[in-house]
């Protein structure tokens, strides 16, 4: 080995107890069963060496001091799980200090740089997109390989009762897994040869991937307090509800639908199903008591899901140095292929059910004690409460609190801007209010007659939100028009005025498309849009440059002969399939990208700003900071929100945004 190589290529094959996917990385490799089986390393385009320490071989002194040298790029697939296991065997040697290599010491990750330009993830899938021949990039027994040598297995009498595989067990087996374990260096080596002869994305996007990491290398603290007590309580309350159905139905499993097909049948009631819509629609018509409880009974079991708590139970590690359990690894990188938003892992944090109920810390209280004749006492669906409570289970480490700050509406203010809608503009440079501004227009009245509760605003408000990027009729409708009572015909009136209150915004459609139309039509060409956002064909890939300088990419874009017109198409997951195929797109969908994109910008530069200035930021939501502060902190909750504005309006590219953020401070994680 030698300090003067500058790329180093890493996979790693490992064991495990726990379910990787299920409980993450971080807690996987923190597992006492956890241990690194094989290690596939190579310096630039040297042949791959290999350490088998299964067998008891071990790494030289150089790797690990490679690892930790900034100088030297290491490259992995997913490069999170070889860093964080690497991060765990060296821990445990007494040679890392940290909790974990810092991703600062020059990480890289294949897996995102291949999000970044437009593939799939997973190196199997960027293998097919980049036609690399399975030889290079997988053996097609590598998940059977996986599954024997990394995951414990079932006793039998062939096996012995032995739970788990080692090497000596199959030795012809376990070649062909260090055969397996070598290709994938070699894979992932050419992806990286690949995706870096593309110089589409700015540099500080690693910048960005690295502070990420820092984020989940941190973790949230949980209240396990709390966790623990709502698990055990919707256990045995479902457990008392199959109790109560097995003396109804006199059933052995009366969650199985075959038996309860069965049992309603001689009851004369014929069903195909029994979910949520068969549920309501069964308990409409049926009129025997004893059905009618059972089906209650399964339609109450239905909503006592405690999923996301026990996703945190799975999840945590205890830290001895805080007394607290932490949860990490809940934020992906470049989660949102289209966009390069983040994604939520294990607890799902972009998708966690809203706090409404007012007395949200008493109903805390009284869970976290278990107070359960209380709770059921003052709430009307205790299951709702524990839903609403999901939120609260993060909280800040002892002595410290959240300060809670986001944009507000930020894309309504970033597609005013690209479009120079300046009437909009004008409102939010002001401070005044869009729903009412936007509706006064719309319907032609004096805003001082609008109020909070008119149903003009109202109706300004979903137009808002399902106009902007070329929504019709359905959009409108997702968005809540129809509770106005409305037909198709008034909705199309609806749509009609908003676009005639909002000729710029309308506009930018068009002029968005024609621009990518015309990069298609002319490689190499720079087609601009407005505001420094521009599109330009690159090989295989149109690239649509962003005003701060990154770059979304539509692979394989094309155009297509449609049914009325040819339409603009390139490959993509489909969001419905989960298929990387042809995707159509038009105006309005590609503003949509191109603003989410920018308020992402947004969000990432006002993260840098946080962390440069020494915040702690726990996580992150859309577009929203959660900021750890000491609890006497008296500054945090103005300083926060002005150093998120402050972090674009300094910039170049965005400084003319009208940008706001609002925050508040809590002692655990809510909605307010």
């Known amino acids: 080995m030698t300090g003067y190589k500058k790329r180093l290529h890493i996979d790693i094959e490992t064991y495990g107890e726990v379910d990787l996917g299920e409980c993450g990385v971080y807690a996987y490799a923190n597992h006492p069963s956890f241990e690194i089986l ?21 790494p030289a002194e150089q790797f690990f001091h490679d690892l930790m040298n900034p100088e030297i790029a290491k490259v992995a697939h997913n490069a999170t799980f070889e860093r964080v296991c ?45 036609h690399l021949s399975e030889e290079n990039y997988k053996l097609s027994t590598g998940k059977l390989l996986i599954n024997y040598f990394c995951k414990p297995c079932k006793p039998t009498k062939i096996n012995g009762q032995r739970t788990r595989n080692y090497y000596f067990h199959d030795v012809e087996r376990w070649e062909a897994f260090k055969r397996y374990n070598i290709r994938d260096v070699v894979a992932e080596r050419e992806i990286d040869k690949i995706e870096l002869s593309y110089e589409s994305t700015r540099e500080s996007e690693h910048e960005m991937y690295v502070l990420d990491q820092r984020i989940n290398d941190q973790g949230v603290a949980v209240d396990m307090v709390l966790i623990d007590q709502i698990i055990n309580y919707v256990n045995t309350y479902t457990e008392g509800l199959l109790n109560r159905a097995k003396e109804i139905t006199e059933l052995d499993n009366p969650n199985s639908l075959i038996q309860v097909k069965s049992w309603l049948a001689k009851k004369g009631v014929m069903v195909n199903s029994l979910d949520k819509e068969a549920l309501e629609e069964l308990l409409q018509v049926a009129s025997d008591k004893e059905v009618r409880e059972y089906l209650t009974i399964r339609k109450e079991i239905g909503k006592t899901s405690v999923a996301k708590y026990e996703a945190m139970k799975r999840a945590a590690i205890y830290d001895k140095k805080t007394d607290t359990w932490r949860v990490h690894g809940m934020l992906m990188f ?63 480490a002892r002595g410290n609190k959240f300060v809670v700050s986001d944009y507000n509406a ?36 004096p805003i001082e007659s ?26 409108y409708k997702r968005f809540g028009a129809e509770r106005f009572g409305l037909d198709d015909k008034e909705i199309q009136r609806l749509v009609k005025s908003w676009r005639d209150s909002n000729k710029n915004i309308v506009e930018l459609w068009d002029i968005t498309e024609n621009a990518m139309r015309e990069a298609i039509e002319k490689p190499g060409a720079i087609t601009k849009v407005t505001h420094g956002a521009a599109f330009r064909m690159q090989k295989d890939t149109l690239f649509l440059r962003l005003p701060c300088g990154r770059c979304l990419a ?15 198409a390139y490959l993509g997951e489909n969001a419905t399939t989960g298929h990387y195929e042809m995707i159509r797109t038009y105006g309005g969908r590609i503003v949509e990208n191109l603003v989410q994109a ?50 674009i309006a300094q910039t170049k590219w965005g400084k003319d945004i009208p940008l706001r953020a609002e925050s508040y401070e809590c002692s655990f994680y809510l909605k307010q």
């Not at 479009?419 to 319907?443: C, H, P, Q």
């Open 554 to 568: 539509y692979r394989g874009a094309g155009i297509q002969e449609g049914a009325r017109k040819s339409e603009i």
């Open 38 to 58: 094989l290690i596939g390393y190579a310096y630039d385009d040297d042949s791959v060496q290999q350490i088998d320490l299964a067998q008891g071989e071990e």
């Open 410 to 445: 930020i894309e309504a203010r970033v597609i005013a801007w690209f479009a120079d809608e300046n009437w909009k503009l004008d409102v939010f440079r002001r401070g005044g209010k869009i729903y009412e501004e936007t509706a006064s227009r719309m319907f032609k009245v």
């Open 450 to 475: 609008i109020t909070h509760d008119s149903p003009e605003r109202a109706k300004g408000k979903v137009a808002e939100l399902a106009g902007g990027y070329g929504g019709g009729v359905e959009a």
């Open 598 to 647: 920018t308020a992402r910008d947004c969000l990432a530069f006002a993260v840098k700003e946080l962390m440069d200035k020494g915040y702690n930021i726990r996580f992150h939501v859309h577009d929203e900071v959660i900021v750890e502060v000491p609890e006497n902190d008296p500054t945090a909750e103005t300083e926060v929100p002005k150093l998120m504005a402050d972090a």
């Open 86 to 130: 690497l991060s765990a065997y060296y821990r445990k040697r007494g040679l890392l200090k940290s909790d974990y290599i810092d991703a600062g010491t020059n990480w890289n990750c294949t897996s995102v740089r291949a999000a970044e330009l437009g593939m799939p993830r997973s190196l199997k899938d960027v293998g097919d997109v980049l």
């Open 334 to 396: 470049y989660g949102a292929m289209r966009t390069g938003r983040w994604a939520g892992r294990i607890v799902q944090v972009q998708n966690l059910p809203k706090n409404s109920i007012n007395d949200l810390a008493l109903a805390r209280e009284w869970a976290r004690n278990g107070e359960w004749g209380l709770l059921e006492m003052g709430y009307e669906n205790i299951m709702d409460v524990f839903s609403q409570l999901i939120r609260t289970a993060l909280i800040p």
